[in-house]
């Protein structure tokens, strides 16, 4: 193999771009050429395609966001599109593609695997909803962020009595919140995994708030649940807090990557080009109890998401 091509894909996530420097730069240690491929499956597509050397990945360790850019491209599930992607890696003489990015990402390498274009896939999401690996590139940055925002957002509650309602993102993975929740000390979380019942929310304020007498209390609610400005609503009216939301939103996708989330973009992007010199595809990387593996993509799209459930209930128990 001499020439790979790399592309974001999906979400962005901080971190994807420590991966990409880890790519080029193993690359380009083992005499391979290097090529970006822009916004994501739609740019290998539309063959936005551009060689990459060391100094268009200077300093970008550093950075959050992807200078690859990103995108979803639904019709990639169509072969016809497919096809075009094949003819423009062709052209560029690509023999075989990293992709960072989700399990959605990882469908796509999938399906180019299965048409002889050697794939490498690489977790990338705030999320942490890929059930292949621990912890994808970006979790741990976007849950720094949150815990930053909870901090501040604690200080102004208990000044004026308040419960602060804090919506984080997920798509369905209650790990940003259940994280969150157990490194703020929040009052309560809420999660798709671990239930969602009005009533008893409601309830449990107002106990807290009378029996334990806290001038605050922090409620840590994953997207998608509930409308988060109406639940506040509701605990102005049924406690003796007075609620407030926020929406953190994309917030969370931003920022510079921590040194956790640097490390593992760095191992996982030199591990995917180790794997394709050596000629392995239709495979991803990720990390099992601290080491990094790589596992066959249709074993990983198969595994069951696993719920922190565990943290929630030592949470609950400590609360
Ligand atoms: O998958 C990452 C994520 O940030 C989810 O947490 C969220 O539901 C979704 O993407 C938001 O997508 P968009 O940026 O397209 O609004």
Do not use: W
């Not at 075009?84 to 390498?109: F, M, P, Q, T, W």
């Not at 840590?220 to 926020?246: M, P, Q, W, Y």
């Not at 929406?247 to 394709?276: E, K, M, N, W, Y």
């Amino acid at each position: 193999m001499k020439r790979i091509g790399i592309l974001t894909s999906g979400g962005d996530a901080p971190g994807m771009n420590a991966a990409i420097r880890s790519v080029v730069r193993s690359g380009l240690s083992q005499g391979i050429e290097v090529f970006g491929i822009y916004d994501g499956y739609q740019g290998l597509v539309e063959d936005k395609i551009r060689q990459l050397d060391r100094g268009d990945v200077s300093d970008i360790i550093i950075q959050g966001g992807t200078v690859l850019g990103s995108a979803r491209l639904e019709e990639f599930k169509l072969l016809e599109i497919r096809q075009k992607a094949i003819e423009n890696l062709k052209k560029h003489e690509i023999e075989g593609l990293v992709v960072i990015g989700g399990d959605g990402s990882y469908r796509g390498a999938l399906a180019l695997h299965e048409m002889g274009v050697p794939c490498i896939g690489v977790p990338a999401t705030i999320d942490n909803d890929i059930a292949s690996t621990e912890y994808s590139i970006g979790f741990d940055t976007a849950l720094n962020t949150v815990i930053d925002n909870v901090d501040k957002l604690r200080d102004t509650s208990s000044s004026h009595h308040r419960c602060s309602v804090i919506e984080v993102m997920g798509n369905r993975c209650g790990d940003l919140a259940i994280y969150a929740g157990i490194t703020t000390g929040a009052e309560l979380i809420i999660t798709k995994e671990t239930g969602y019942d009005e009533m008893e929310v409601l309830e449990r304020l107002q106990h807290i708030e009378e029996s334990k007498k806290k001038r605050h209390a922090m409620v840590i609610i994953s997207e998608k649940i509930t409308d988060v400005e109406l639940l506040a609503e509701k605990i102005s009216r049924h406690t003796n807090f007075s609620g407030r939301s926020t929406v953190l939103g994309h917030i969370q996708r931003g920022g510079s990557p921590t040194a956790r989330d640097r490390i593992l973009a760095t191992q996982f992007g030199d591990r995917a080009v180790q794997l394709l010199l050596n000629d392995v595809s239709g495979q991803c990387v990720a990390v099992n109890h601290g080491e990094i593996v790589s596992i066959d993509l249709p074993e990983a799209l198969k595994i069951p998401r696993r719920s922190r459930k565990d943290l929630f209930e030592l949470h609950e128990r400590l609360v």
